[in-house]
């Protein structure tokens, strides 16, 4: 006899949608998933995270949040403050050039320093947290495409998971074990500094909702073939 396969439950089926959106966009590993409770607010959920010291998903959460622009900002403060501190590993001159190309994207986000952040991260690795951080800037732009082709444009939230990995990479590159875990602390209490300013976590979460399906909207117009001109 056949055993019918069994279909895990949705976790976040019980959340409106624009939170449902932004917990399955930060995809929280066992342990997050444990603390979910759909009657609470996301902002309840996030500090249950940090109490129980759970920060890979609360930082993923918060990356999850962000605009693009915001999020790359954080990351690139959380790489170069891990360049810096006691146990880090020191930046070399690709790792620099990197963090110097990203902040230039930073304050200036056009397509010139979109690709120069890009290629300074491909020298200094894309293994790497600012090699990371300079994909993220090159994905939060118009096109993938070389710049004297026609624009293609990335997919909706293709920088995110990057900006989540490098700061998780950003703080676990410490040689000193004890200092992983209030890294990770420190880089959130940094990232839940902008979602403050965006509002709070309520306000943040409905933006980043509205901006996606703005953005998924426009690539689904964008990549879609033109109709076969009826003969």
Same mark, same amino acid.
Request: negative net charge; aromatic residues 6%.
């Given at each position: 006899?056949?055993?019918?396969?069994?279909?895990?439950?949705?976790?976040?089926? !019980? $959340? &409106?949608?624009?939170?449902?959106?932004?917990? *399955?966009?930060?995809?929280?590993?066992?342990?997050?998933?444990?603390?979910?409770?759909?009657?609470? &607010?996301? @902002?309840?959920?996030?500090?249950?995270? /940090?109490?129980? *010291?759970?920060?890979?998903?609360?930082? =993923?959460?918060?990356?999850? +949040?962000?605009? %693009? =622009? @915001?999020?790359?900002?954080?990351?690139?403060?959380?790489?170069?403050?891990?360049?810096?501190?006691?146990?880090?590993? %020191? %930046?070399? %001159?690709?790792?620099?050039?990197?963090?110097?190309?990203?902040?230039?994207?930073?304050? =200036?986000?056009?397509?010139? !320093?979109?690709?120069?952040?890009?290629?300074?991260?491909?020298?200094? #690795?894309?293994?790497?947290?600012? #090699?990371?951080?300079?994909?993220?800037?090159?994905?939060? #732009?118009?096109? +993938? !495409?070389?710049?004297?082709?026609?624009?293609?444009?990335?997919?909706?939230?293709? !920088?995110?998971?990057?900006?989540?990995?490098? /700061?998780?990479?950003?703080?676990?590159?410490?040689?000193?074990? *004890?200092? /992983?875990?209030?890294?990770?602390?420190?880089?959130?209490?940094?990232?839940?500094?902008?979602?403050?300013?965006?509002?709070?976590? *309520?306000?943040? +979460?409905?933006?980043? $909702?509205?901006?996606?399906?703005?953005?998924?909207?426009?690539?689904?117009?964008?990549?879609?073939?033109?109709?076969?001109?009826? =003969?």
């Amino acid at each position: 006899m056949t055993i019918p396969p069994v279909i895990a439950p949705d976790p976040f089926a !019980a $959340y &409106p949608p624009a939170s449902r959106w932004l917990l *399955e966009r930060s995809a929280p590993d066992e342990d997050a998933l444990a603390l979910l409770d759909p009657r609470q &607010p996301i @902002e309840t959920l996030y500090n249950a995270w /940090i109490a129980k *010291e759970l920060f890979p998903a609360a930082l =993923r959460l918060i990356a999850a +949040v962000l605009p %693009a =622009r @915001e999020s790359v900002w954080w990351a690139w403060v959380s790489a170069r403050h891990a360049t810096q501190v006691v146990g880090g590993a %020191a %930046a070399n %001159a690709d790792v620099h050039k990197t963090l110097a190309s990203i902040e230039q994207w930073i304050v =200036r986000p056009d397509d010139d !320093a979109r690709r120069a952040a890009w290629d300074a991260g491909t020298a200094a #690795g894309m293994d790497t947290p600012v #090699g990371m951080i300079a994909a993220a800037v090159f994905l939060s #732009g118009n096109s +993938v !495409a070389p710049a004297n082709l026609a624009p293609v444009p990335p997919p909706p939230g293709a !920088a995110m998971p990057l900006v989540a990995g490098a /700061i998780l990479l950003s703080a676990a590159s410490n040689q000193k074990a *004890e200092q /992983i875990m209030p890294t990770m602390s420190a880089f959130a209490a940094q990232g839940m500094e902008i979602v403050k300013r965006l509002g709070g976590w *309520e306000p943040a +979460v409905q933006l980043a $909702y509205d901006t996606h399906q703005r953005l998924d909207h426009e690539y689904t117009r964008a990549t879609t073939p033109a109709p076969t001109p009826a =003969r």
